[in-house]
């Protein structure tokens, strides 16, 4: 089968919604050793803000897209840090919840080689981000758009934070909203059993759901070939289009019974962070125009300059991603 036997995706339709894609969330600052150090012995520390949903708002915007990004943030200068970030990149920012009271979210990385993996250590108890609630929330503006993305680090955050992302996909379905989930499991956050508890009946009403293979067999015990994964995974969601990464074999998508499998871009590796969140963003960004295939193959270009850059956010242009894009593979098909 060719890729000329596709049938067109099904984005959101052409509205004239404010965004194109709103998302809500954390971003927290990250501090990070130069590889080789160790933060027990580090002298200085890289700083720079990121959070799953942060980074692909800002992604978006880098690439004309319409993007708004809400959350909580401290009224203090390291608040103003991690929204003069986004604000650069072209997010909108007026339903950010600035708090009188509270703290930034941080997290501290060890880069490393191997033998030895990356370490990371959290330290977001009691953010201004844990302490939303559905009454704190600029509906409007979140509604306001073609897609509304979500991942499921913000539910793991407080049962503040998970009423206000089951709340958000219930608002986005009665508004005809598209939605947009990224599992995103962070075992440091919550058990892979009530994970899966609260996830799948969120998953269950995602037009677009995005997972890496290995959550897919933590969660939902979907099995270790790839392909059979995404099928099952399709399976017990109902989504009616599922994006599976699957590390330097690149990414695999699940819709109307076909599987298109597009390769990794090579890259020399610097900074691993973020390259989930690139992927997701560049299927957006052809899925918004209708063109899954050229999503699939935006997103692996994308995630390869996450990889090959320091700082969980992707600098790009337009420009840039069409050169990428000419020199990357195309999209094969298996049933």
């Known amino acids: 089968m060719t890729q000329t036997d596709l049938q067109p995706s099904s984005p959101p339709p052409p509205l004239s919604p404010q965004f194109d894609v709103t998302t809500l969330g954390e971003i927290m600052l990250r501090f990070s050793t130069p590889a080789g150090s160790r933060l027990e012995t580090a002298a200085q520390l890289d700083v720079r803000p990121g959070g799953a949903e942060a980074n692909l708002a800002a992604l978006l915007a880098r690439l004309a897209r319409r993007t708004a990004w809400l959350g909580g943030l401290p009224a203090n200068a390291l608040g103003r840090l991690a929204a003069n970030h986004l604000r650069m990149a072209g997010v909108d920012l007026r339903g950010v919840h600035w708090c009188a009271e509270g703290r930034m979210g941080t997290y501290y990385v060890e880069f490393s080689s191997p033998p030895r ?73 919550w ?60 990414v695999l998508a699940w819709q109307d019974g076909l599987v ?65 894009l000419g020199a990357a593979g195309g999209s094969v098909i298996v049933r």
């Open 117 to 189: 993996p990356i370490q990371v250590i959290y330290d977001r108890a009691g953010s201004c981000a844990t302490q939303l609630t559905p009454q704190l929330v600029d509906w409007e503006t979140l509604l306001a758009t073609r897609v509304l993305h979500l991942t499921g680090i913000t539910p793991a955050l407080s049962p503040g934070c998970q009423a206000v992302t089951a709340e958000a996909v219930a608002r986005a379905k009665q508004a005809g909203v598209a939605v947009s989930f990224d599992v995103n499991y962070r075992q440091k956050l």
């Open 191 to 250: 058990a892979a059993e009530t994970a899966a508890a609260v996830l799948l009946p969120l998953l269950r009403q995602a037009d677009l759901l995005f997972c890496g293979h290995g959550d897919a067999q933590r969660l939902f015990g979907c099995p270790a070939d790839p392909a059979a994964a995404l099928r099952r995974l399709a399976e017990q969601t109902g989504a009616p289009l599922v994006v599976m990464s699957v590390g330097s074999a690149g």
């Open 260 to 324: 298109q499998q597009v390769d990794a871009v090579p890259v020399t590796i610097i900074d691993r962070l973020g390259a989930g969140d690139a992927l997701a963003a560049g299927v957006l960004h052809g899925w918004l125009d209708g063109d899954l295939a050229r999503g699939l193959r935006t997103g692996v270009v994308l995630a390869a300059l996450a990889l090959a850059q320091h700082g969980d956010a992707v600098i790009t242009t337009p420009a840039e991603v069409e050169a990428l």
